[in-house]
């Protein structure tokens, strides 16, 4: 009996359903019939069986729970009669997959239809395994599979074929198994067997290179054949899809030609007469025929050096280009993206049509030519392309801001000719999308900024009149906000005025209007603030005359929400009132921000590891909030925040990122309630600064935390620091930063006196590299230990972009300093040093273990050796 | 490869959902809730495709329904255009002018034409005369 025909229950629950008004009423409709249909369960008649379940299904479909219905898929599947067993497959497939348990006990059912008499029966059962089967199903019924795939029923082998292509997904270790009857699937001349075979064989090539250097040898002529056949065929009904026949067909044959001519030239030669063909005999306007020729392309470009084709190739695109079709431009874009790495000439003349389309209203198009107008950049055509997209920036979608924001300010970074125009297109940028842009480019800005020692008096007059304007778009108001506080006095005195620039005046009183703006703005995130507390500071000493205006403004923040707020804004306060004598070297002018440093470390805050190993030129990375609020901040935070709390969770470790590694557990603490990671990463930073090469330390307030030996040799800064202040201060600083110290980088000098003394290990050799690890324990603190290691570059080339990762267990903490540099000179010239701090929560139970992974470039191409160590001497 | 197959109305209704990737049933509203976001005020005149976090979507719209197709982002989208548009002549054929409520009614027999078109994502058969005779015949052992 039909348990479709009408008048069954299945088509009155669904008018019943449709009848709803409402989802209440729906809802109760529903849970009726559930309680129906488990009732039925629990009286387990098989007569109902399947209506009930084709009922689930549809209440499955409308989205409620139907787990209880598992079984009875089971059920029916092992019932004898076809109608049973299909909707039962159909139950099976719809409600279930391959991760659920229940899954494994329809394996023998599954394994009993395969050898089924009836082959309806069996094309049920391939139909289910390849939709759903999981590995272990696939490795149990593969044998029977690939019987099936030389069954007499053409229906029976193209369900096996594309059976096959999914068990091989999920093992590909059976791939060789399906080999030998993938081959012979493609003589077939049946459409669809031979379809489904063409698949089998891509898939098996995808997978394994013996298989695909099998159907290379053996099948190539063959395909070309076939494909030739079919280009050449009469009209035929059947498969004619606007006058092509079989395109689907065609696509497929094209796509395993393709694999086979990648990286084989003889293969690539046979086959370029019938692609020159297939290029420019296929009729070109409908879809069919496009998707076609699209296809020929790819295949064209893949395969082996045959200029001739690649002309024809990129001719076609330029056709689809101009299409007034927005399907075919679309995937013209796509197309000339890989067309690009081989012809960037050809591409590059269609510049023009490719610039329109970033500016379409689909969204569609406009992000596939905001990539490729990405790749189409270069020294030559960055400045006009980059005004292009700016001026377009200034009227395109909000939603779109986002992404066009981050295209240009990755162009302008990478291909800035000068400083000054870098500067300009940045602040283009930030008035027109500063809400998109993302924290590393304003810090990436900012770095270049307080490099550019000559622009400065440049660019906080530009910052001034922009964030007049467009005070809404928070990065640009971060900036200026640093800048000003920074330049301040560049700004009124209009010094290192510029040839193009008009002069303004502004006094000092409208600089610290913009400052109080950003600071009261409702709307200004708590980092502005911030920001903008700190620049206040650093007025009140850039201009005298107008401190206690300032002073009243720093007053008024102790009434902040943020805790952090009011404590800064007391701190401040007392700065400004009672330690004039010392404020003007508290809040002397940042030192140059370290560019190479920056660029390593963000380098290294990138999440993907793929993409940082690809290209870590182009990484843009995190962490200049803190030369930001760094200097003060910090040397007041010693003393109230608990010092090694503080810095164990420093840095935005990439590690965490890239590894999994969860280190991150630590770095909520109580009191640090504003930007805490701003507070740690200064400290990061400053270290950073210090250790790697003391050479570079300049004599500023904020170098004195990173001179290593502070306890010894004292250096001028501090003297400054706590001599003339009065006695609280100066101890609660001073002590702090000891603490800091002992916490954080001591110096490995002292800690062969202080600490127990370990032997060094080669951590890691290879024929190109060495590691060497020394190890010192800070006293009073076992479970920490300070490892330094030195590599050292054992091979005739220079690596760059060297990069040291490192990860561990679950009960260790590891921290990595930044190295001393990113370049190692060859054969041992120079060694690149880098420190690293290890917490063992198990000290005296378990010893440290470590794995590691280094990158670099070697003579440009991408190296990447990984290793482990499991060598630590004991006790650490 | 196909990841999914969804079939929804203008109300974002759900009239078919093939899943040819293991996904929670959370993640497959969530899913489904999404494309229909996606594609149901695109204007006639765009592209019918649309990025969909890491692959994209082919969709076509006939009358009030939307035929999305999930696939990698290297598939050739004009291909799967083409295929629905296969996909939509067999069922045509098949239910003789096919309306929505006949795919409402009969839920279970379009998932029967979609097993015999698509197995394991991939196309199975591309003749409309072949899926046709073989739904018939299969229709008869009923």
Wanted: hydrophobic share 40%; glycine share 4%; net charge negative.
């Amino acid at each position: 009996m039909n348990p479709f025909s009408s008048g069954t229950r299945l088509r009155d629950m669904i008018r019943a359903i449709r009848a709803c008004k409402t989802a209440a009423d729906e809802r109760a409709v529903v849970r009726k019939e559930c309680a129906d249909i488990r009732a039925l369960i629990n009286e387990d008649d098989p007569h109902d069986r399947h209506r009930n379940l084709a009922k689930l299904m549809f209440i499955h479909m409308l989205g409620y729970p139907t787990h209880f219905g598992q079984m009875e898929c089971l059920k029916l599947i092992a019932s004898p009669g076809f109608p049973e067993k299909r909707i039962g497959y159909l139950g099976l497939m719809l409600l279930l997959d391959e991760r659920q348990e229940v899954l494994m006990l329809v394996t023998n059912s599954l394994k009993q239809d395969l050898n089924h008499s009836n082959q309806y029966v069996v094309g049920l059962a391939l139909c289910a395994l390849g939709n759903i089967c999981s590995a272990e199903m696939a490795r149990d019924l593969a044998p029977e599979v690939e019987r099936l795939i030389q069954f007499r029923d053409p229906n029976i082998r193209k369900k096996a074929a594309l059976c096959s292509t999914r068990i091989v997904r999920k093992v590909p270790d059976l791939a060789e198994n399906f080999v030998n009857a993938a081959a012979s699937l493609l003589k077939e001349k049946h459409h669809g067997v031979l379809i489904t075979g063409v698949q089998l064989c891509y898939e098996l090539c995808t997978i394994s290179d013996e298989a695909l250097e099998y159907f290379r040898t053996k099948c190539t002529e063959g395909l070309i054949k076939t494909l030739r056949d079919m280009t050449n065929s009469a009209y035929q009904p059947e498969y004619d899809v606007a006058g092509i026949t079989d395109p689907f067909l065609h696509i497929r044959l094209l796509r395993l030609l393709r694999v086979l001519g990648q990286g084989d030239a003889d293969a690539s030669d046979l086959m370029t007469d019938i692609l020159a063909q297939v290029a420019t005999k296929t009729e070109s306007n409908k879809n069919a025929g496009n998707a076609v020729l699209y296809e020929c392309v790819e295949t064209i470009m893949a395969i082996e050096d045959t200029n001739s084709l690649r002309v024809l190739a990129i001719n076609i695109l330029g056709r689809f280009l101009s299409n007034r079709d927005n399907n075919i431009r679309y995937v013209a874009l796509n197309m000339l993206m890989k067309a690009i790495t081989f012809d960037d000439q050809a591409v590059q003349r269609h510049r023009v049509t490719i610039l329109e389309c970033v500016k379409d209203p689909d969204a569609s198009i406009r992000k596939r030519a905001l990539e490729l107008v990405t790749l189409l950049v270069n020294e030559n055509n960055v400045t006009q392309l980059t005004k292009e997209l700016i001026d377009y920036l200034e009227i395109s979608d909000e939603d779109f801001k986002e992404d066009l924001s981050a295209k240009i300010c990755f162009i302008v970074e990478k291909f800035s000719p000068e400083k000054l125009w870098y500067i300009d297109q940045m602040l283009k940028v930030l008035c027109e999308a500063g809400k998109f842009v993302k924290d590393d480019v304003w810090h990436a800005l900012i770095v270049v900024i307080s490099n550019a020692s000559e622009l400065h008096g440049y660019t906080v007059r530009a910052l001034y009149k922009a964030v007049l304007t467009y005070s809404e778009q928070e990065t640009l108001v971060r900036v200026a906000v640093w800048c000003i506080g920074e330049y301040g006095d560049l700004l009124v005195n209009n010094v290192g005025m510029l040839g193009i620039e008009d002069p303004i005046t502004v006094t000092e009183s409208d600089a610290v209007d913009v400052i109080e703006e950003a600071i009261t703005r409702h709307n200004s995130d708590s980092t502005t603030k911030a920001m903008a507390l700190v620049a206040l500071l650093k007025l009140s000493s850039r201009f005298p005359s107008i401190s206690e205006r300032i002073k009243d403004i720093i007053v008024k923040q102790k009434g902040s929400l943020l805790l952090e707020m009011q404590q800064r804004a007391i701190e401040y306060n007392s700065i400004v009132d009672r330690h004039k004598n010392i404020r003007s070297t508290l809040v002397d002018r940042m030192p140059v921000l370290d560019e190479a440093t920056f660029n390593v470390r963000r380098a290294g805050s990138f999440p993907a590891s793929a993409s940082t190993m690809a290209k870590p030129s182009v990484s843009l990375p995190n962490g200049v909030e803190k030369p930001v609020v760094a200097p003060l901040v910090d040397l007041l935070d010693l003393g109230s925040d608990d010092i090694l709390a503080t810095p164990s969770s420093s840095g935005p470790d990439f590690l965490q990122d890239l590894l999994g590694v969860d280190l991150g557990a630590s770095s909520s603490q109580p009191g640090a309630t504003l930007a805490p990671r701003t507070g740690t990463d200064l400290l990061m930073d400053i270290l950073s600064i210090g250790t790697p090469s003391p050479a570079q330390n300049s004599t500023s307030s904020v170098d004195l935390l990173s001179t290593a030996d502070v306890n010894s040799n004292p250096s001028i800064a501090l003297d400054t620091l706590s001599s003339p202040a009065p006695p609280h201060v100066a101890t609660t600083s001073s002590n702090g930063m000891f603490d800091l110290l002992h916490g954080l980088s001591p110096s490995p000098s002292k800690e062969a006196t202080n600490g127990p003394a370990y032997p060094p290990i080669v951590a890691y050799e290879s024929s190109s590299l060495k590691i060497e690890f020394t190890f010192s324990k800070a006293p009073g603190n076992l479970q920490s230990t300070n490892v330094q290691a030195t590599f050292t570059n054992l091979s005739p080339n220079t690596f760059t972009d060297f990069i040291f990762q490192a990860a561990v267990p679950k009960f260790l903490q590891l921290h990595l300093d930044p190295a001393s540099s990113n370049t190692l000179p060859a054969s041992g010239n120079g060694a690149i040093t880098q420190n690293l701090r290890v917490t063992n929560s198990q000290h005296g139970k378990k010893s440290l273990v470590m794995r590691m992974r280094i990158g670099y470039k070697l003579n440009g191409k991408d190296v990447l050796e990984e290793g482990q160590v499991s060598n630590f001497p004991r006790g650490l | 490869m196909i990841r999914f197959i969804l079939l929804q109305n203008r109300q974002g209704k759900t009239r078919l959902a093939k899943y040819y990737v293991p996904l929670e049933e959370s993640e497959k509203h969530k899913v489904e809730y999404e494309v229909h976001r996606l594609v149901v005020n695109r204007d006639a005149k765009f592209t019918n495709f649309v990025e969909f976090r890491t692959h994209k979507v082919i969709y076509r719209r006939y009358a009030g329904l939307f035929f999305s197709v999930c696939v990698d982002i290297t598939d050739n989208e004009l291909a799967y255009l083409e295929s629905i548009h296969l996909f939509v002549e067999i069922l045509d054929h098949f239910f003789s002018n096919v309306c929505e409520l006949d795919l409402v009614f009969n839920f279970h027999k379009v998932y029967l034409i979609l097993d015999e078109f698509i197995l394991a994502g991939e196309l199975q058969e591309t003749s409309k005369r072949a899926i046709i005779e073989r739904m018939s015949e299969l229709e008869k052992l009923q």
